[in-house]
Nanobody, 124 residues
Framework: QVQLVESGGGLVQAGSSLRLSCAASGRTFSSYFMGWFRQAPRKEREFVATISWGGGSKNYRDSVKGRFTISRDNAKNTVYLQMNSLKPEDTAVYYC?????????????????WGQGTQVTVSS
């Protein structure tokens, strides 16, 4: 069992930066690939970024490439999402998730555990 708790969201102006953190419980964090997803009002949850268990492989949705960076610290059981040059269209609840049995994934169905989410609001 893995419990995930996100933090770091907030209200910022366009062009600003935020760093989201996701703290995981349990001693097997390093065996999970991790992902960040987001969900805006009246929209489906969408993939943002994913990272392999060791951190050597990463992938991003096209609209955040060059602006967002996913990383992890297995010693601290934490995954991060550094978000720079934020835009109003980045406004959403951001969720972290954990999965096993593959390198990483863009798909919600491949993740076994989810956090409760943290709100990110970007004003224009």
């Amino acid at each position: 069992q893995v419990q995930l708790v996100e933090s770091g969201g907030g209200l910022v102006q366009a062009g600003s930066s935020l760093r989201l953190s996701c703290a995981a419980s349990g001693r097997t964090f390093s065996s999970y690939f991790m992902g960040w997803f987001r969900q805006a009002p009246r929209k489906e949850r969408e993939f943002v970024a994913t990272i392999s268990w060791g951190g050597g492989s990463k992938n991003y949705r096209d609209s955040v490439k060059g602006r967002f960076t996913i990383s992890r610290d297995n010693a601290k059981n934490t995954v991060y999402l550094q978000m720079n040059s934020l835009k109003p269209e980045d406004t959403a609840v951001y969720y972290c998730a954990a999965g096993k049995e593959m390198l990483f994934s863009h798909y919600t169905r491949d993740y076994d555990y989810w956090g409760q989410g943290t709100q990110v609001t970007v004003s224009s």
